[in-house]
């Protein structure tokens, strides 16, 4: 938390491979691992509109297949939403 209504949420995700699948172009070992960062501001508990930025990567075998099939390799990408719950 930055502030009572300002929060920071880091997030990183990995993916994971034990064979070959052709057919998804994922390669055995770790395939990709993404981290991504939301700034919310919560104007109650229930409604928090947020900004964020991810990068996606890929890695190992899943890289060597995506180089092959001209496929992006590492991804960018900005986003804005709204979190809700009722």
């Known amino acids: 938390m930055l ?3 300002l929060i920071i949420q880091p997030r990183l995700d990995a993916s994971l491979s034990f064979n070959k699948i052709e ?8 395939a990709a691992l993404e981290f991504s960062v939301r700034l919310r ?8 509109p947020y900004i964020g930025l991810a ?8 890289r060597d297949i995506a180089k092959i099939e001209g496929s992006p390799r590492d991804v960018t990408a ?3 939403g709204v979190r809700f719950w009722f």
């Open 3 to 5: 502030t009572q209504r």
């Open 23 to 30: 057919e998804l172009e994922i390669g055995p070992g770790l």
């Open 41 to 48: 501001y919560e104007i109650r508990r229930e409604l928090a």
């Open 55 to 62: 990068w996606h990567t890929l890695s190992g075998g899943t």
């Open 78 to 80: 900005l986003f804005v």
